[in-house]
């Protein structure tokens, strides 16, 4: 079993930034990707950021050029740096680790952009 634990969220006014946090623990051998997905009141859980094994990055096209993903290996953690941050962004953000074909889920942490 993989544990995640996120932390950094908050709330934050329209063009304000944050740093998401999200350490891992357990049976960690060898993990392929780590990434951060949100969901918002009455959507569907959708992919913001995610980083696979070798460095390569994807974002959702929502966030491009705002949101920074990236990891420490050493210390099993990924981070999200979200800069110019907008209403619509506002969410409960989820760190996933996939391992060995299994996705593990953090209990999320909720980020509220508003005025």
């Known amino acids: 079993q993989v544990q995640l634990v996120e932390s950094g969220g908050g709330l934050v006014q329209p063009g304000g930034s944050l740093r998401l946090s999200c350490a891992a623990s357990?049976?960690?051998?060898?993990?392929?990707?780590m990434g951060w997905y949100r969901q918002a009141p009455g959507k569907q859980r959708e992919l913001a950021a995610r980083i696979i094994i070798g460095g390569t990055t994807i974002y959702a096209d929502s966030v491009k050029g705002r949101f920074t993903i990236s990891r420490d290996g050493a210390k099993n953690m990924v981070y999200l740096q979200m800069n110019s941050l907008k209403p619509e962004d506002t969410a409960v953000y989820y760190c996933k680790v996939h391992q060995y074909g299994i996705d593990y889920w953090g209990q999320g942490t909720q980020v509220t952009v508003s005025s």
């Open positions: 357990g049976s960690i051998f060898s993990i392929y990707s």
